[in-house]
């Protein structure tokens, strides 16, 4: 089973969607590290405490080296660092990032990554997902925006 830790953002992203359900179907389990569970369990938002402790399939993991932290506080939030570290820690196959800088810092780590519109892409191309626009579009009508330019290379990506 490949070793995925996932960020705040693509859970409740996935969440508001109503797709959380994709990331069970297409790694079997993930993690996500302390941080990002106080993050969208204390908002109360969408990813509720109970979906994540009750789930058989969402580990919560916890980093041991909180040295490490300083290294990354600079530019990222907590969740992001503790992706990071975590990550490392585990040797994971795939961290599932949004934020920009935290990607570029994944990418410098030589981290493998896919974000929440990656997950989707990947997703129609398995065969889990008929459509991703949709799905974008549900996820906008959470308050959750995509450039036009955006949308416009996932239509391609996605072909539809």
């Known amino acids: 089973m490949r070793k995925v830790i996932i960020n705040s953002t693509p859970l409740i992203a996935l969440c508001k969607a109503g797709r959380l359900n994709l990331l069970k179907t297409m790694y ?16 109360n938002d969408f990813v509720q405490k109970s979906i994540v402790e009750n789930s058989d399939w969402i580990r919560i993991g916890h980093v041991s080296a909180d040295a490490d932290r300083k290294m990354y506080k600079a530019k990222l939030h907590d969740g992001e660092v503790e992706v990071m570290i975590l990550a490392q820690e585990t040797n994971a ?3 599932v990032i949004d934020d920009l800088e935290a ?3 994944a990418e410098y780590l030589g981290l493998t990554l896919t974000g929440t519109i990656g997950i989707l892409l990947k997703a129609k191309q398995l065969g889990h997902l008929d459509l991703v626009l949709p799905v974008i579009r549900e996820m906008e009508k959470q308050h959750i925006y995509f450039s036009d330019a955006l ?3 996932i239509r391609q990506l996605a072909k539809e």
């Open 28 to 43: 079997g389990e993930v993690t996500i590290p302390d941080a990002v569970f106080r993050e969208v369990t204390e908002k």
């Open 93 to 95: 196959d795939l961290v």
């Open 103 to 105: 990607r570029k810092t």
């Open 151 to 153: 949308i416009s290379q």
